[in-house]
């Protein structure tokens, strides 16, 4: 590739970034401010030397969180491409140097964070669009009770679309989110001429005088300061469509600017006249263009949501492949794109979610509440792990990493505890919320191992097993028999009750174990293992990286390159299917048995799952009292 066309590239995916990455950061003008100085509770009068300390708060949050943290720091922390918490974590995990404790700390935690990017998933479409429907309000109260509804609207109207792909829809978002933010910086220019003092907030004592001047209610302040931050994590979660460099280009070219011209353009604003902190954004703009920049917001916060709606599809699709999540219902929406799934279950579940939170909060400042702790708590956790890839696989020494690292944890758990205070408002809900879904997760992952340990028990080894049926006496059919199981060296009990009832084998006996090692996407040469383990029997171990779909017919073909040949047609596959039982007497208590049976019980089947031919599938069942 050419120097030109490579940087024609970097900017279309810079332009196609703007869309995915920069939507949720980039809708928060909408109602950070406002909730600094119109917050019910802890309202900051609005006062020069206020005004330059709180923008200079926002300024100097956006160039240590977000410019230096991610877009400098987190974007190189990388696992193969990919971004994010579950990403990040697999990546630390992989790292054979950690120590063992500190693995399983990592563990839990990054289960926490993803349980708590569930709670923002479902925030942020809630706050994002109904603060932007709100702004039909400044143009007239005559629409003030319908705004619930419409907002209601609009989010059914999303979530109903995902069934058919964002791909179509998903080349319009650059250039939308191009229009928006060079309106938010057109807007805040035309503010910041008529009252260019605010851009002394650019020097950092006014933040220091600020929090000096009154430390509690500075405190209380930076709750509301980081909405401006909300949507930085989708800077490291996206990466992988688009890669850093075009991310850093649309940052620092583009997003930026725009969101500090219109912040400080608010400033100017409110400075001239308080009245208008019922809603400083919109009432920034003429008349005029109050109705047109009600129905871009509104195009921008539904782009915002499909962000964050993808992203919960992701990571979902991560935790079930990296086994903390049963199987569900899974559609590729583009066949060029491997990243373009929808999940009807997850999908309607978020609907169901996102129209309660609407319903039960009914505005922007209701939900500003609830909006913050969770997405703190993530940056926390990408602190910490970004730490441990610094000092385990970038080398870095500790006299680097502590700084480095220590400042910008104590400046995330400042935001933590800022955020704290609005618990009893609102933000238990995300917490409640992703401490569920950590519930749901981590009972999962040990009641496998339970199924696990049961079915042990009784287990027989390959190298056994292989020799002692290797005899004249046990009949053979034709074809070939693929026996799926997740224990490499142990029996299927598929095959044992197949021996034991239809007392056969056939030509060739396939033992088939799918495993997902800590990486995106396995490299095409490193799919498929064969391991000849007698005349009839071969072991075959298949590798899917979280990020990709598991297609078991498509690896078996994979095998003729290594001895190993299948007939499509004259393969069956034989599947192991475990009725769970909860047991009183078990090792976990017996409601999170409970939980973990009726999740085995709506798992979506192995055979689903693993694309198996319908017409080719044998199911053999096994009781398992846990």
């Known amino acids: 590739m050419t120097q030109e066309e490579h940087k024609s590239a970097t900017s279309v995916l810079a332009l196609a970034a703007l869309g995915v990455v920069y939507g949720d950061i980039g809708t928060s ?17 609005i006062t020069p030397d206020n005004m330059l300390g709180i923008l200079s ?40 140097k950690l120590p063992a404790k500190t693995r399983r700390a990592a563990l839990m935690i990054g289960l926490f964070g993803a349980a708590l990017f569930y709670g923002d998933g479902l925030i942020t479409p809630a706050i994002s669009v109904l603060s932007a429907i709100e702004g039909i309000e400044v143009a007239t109260p005559v629409f003030t009770p319908y705004i619930v509804p419409l907002t209601i609207g609009v989010l059914i109207g999303l979530f109903w679309i995902q069934r058919h792909g964002t791909a179509k829809v998903g080349v319009s978002f650059g250039p939308i989110m191009t229009s ?48 401006a931050l909300t949507g930085a994590e989708a800077l490291y979660a996206d990466m992988g469509h688009f890669g850093r460099k075009p991310i850093r280009v649309a940052w620092f070219g583009l997003v930026l ?34 109705l047109p920049l009600v129905v871009l917001a509104t195009a921008a916060t539904v782009i915002a949501s499909q962000a964050v709606i993808t992203g919960v599809y992701s990571i979902t699709h991560q935790t079930i492949q990296l086994g903390y999540a049963p199987r569900m219902d899974l559609l590729h929406t583009s066949d060029r794109q491997m990243g373009q799934i929808y999940m009807p279950g997850v999908n309607w579940l978020m609907l169901a979610g996102v129209v309660a939170l609407v319903i039960a909060f009914k505005s922007s400042t209701n939900l ?17 792990f970004a730490y441990l890839v610094a000092r385990f696989q970038w080398g870095w020494r500790r006299r680097l990493a502590i700084p480095v690292f220590g400042a910008l944890l104590a400046l995330d758990l400042t935001f933590l505890g800022a955020n704290g205070t609005k618990i009893v408002d609102g933000g238990w809900f995300p917490l409640a919320f992703g401490g569920f879904v950590y519930l749901l997760l981590t009972t999962w992952k040990a009641g496998r191992e339970l199924v696990h340990r049961r079915l042990d028990v009784h287990a027989l080894l390959l190298k056994d097993f292989v020799p002692a049926v290797e005899t004249p006496d046990v009949p053979t059919v034709p074809g070939v028999a693929v026996f799926m199981t997740p224990y490499a060296e142990h029996v299927p009990h598929a095959l044992l009750h197949n021996l034991k009832h239809n007392k056969v084998l056939h030509e060739r006996m396939v033992i ?94 192995a055979a689903d799952f693993f694309r198996l031919p319908p017409n080719q599938v044998v199911e053999l069942g ?4 846990l």
């Open 512 to 605: 088939a174990t799918v495993s997902s090692p800590p990486v995106p996407r396995v490299p095409e040469d490193q799919r498929v293992r064969v391991e000849r383990l007698s005349e009839r029997f071969y072991r075959v171990r298949i590798q899917y990286g979280f990020m990709e779909q598991p297609d078991v017919p498509e690896a078996m073909l994979r095998c003729a390159a290594q001895g190993l040949q299948i007939e499509p047609m004259a393969t069956s596959y034989f599947l192991g299917r475990e009725t769970v039982v909860p047991d009183r007497g078990g090792d976990m208590a017996y409601w999170r048995e409970a939980i973990f049976a009726a999740l085995y019980r709506n798992a979506r089947t």
């Open 57 to 96: 708060l926002v300024f100097w949050s956006l160039i240590i969180v977000v410019s230096f943290k991610y877009v400098a720091l987190i974007l190189r922390a990388d696992n193969r491409g990919e971004g994010g918490i579950m990403a990040l974590m697999a990546r630390v995990l992989s790292e054979e």
């Open 180 to 227: 928006w933010f060079a309106i938010l910086a057109v807007m805040g220019i035309a503010r910041i001429v008529e009252h260019p003092m605010v851009l002394g907030a650019l020097l950092p004592h006014h933040a220091i005088a600020f929090l000096a001047s009154d430390p509690k209610l500075g405190f209380l302040a930076m709750g509301s300061v980081f909405l």
């Open 29 to 45: 003008p909408l109602y950070a401010l406002k909730e600094v100085f119109g917050n019910e509770h802890h309202p900051v009068p």
């Open 257 to 290: 600017p725009s969101l500090l011209l219109n912040y400080f353009g608010q400033g100017a604003l409110l400075l001239a006249d308080p009245k208008t902190i019922q809603n400083p954004f919109y009432l920034m703009a003429p008349d005029w263009f109050l």
């Open 622 to 625: 096994t009781r398992v009292s």
């Open 368 to 384: 500003a509440a609830a909006y913050g702790i969770a997405v703190t708590g993530t940056m926390i956790i990408t602190d910490c």
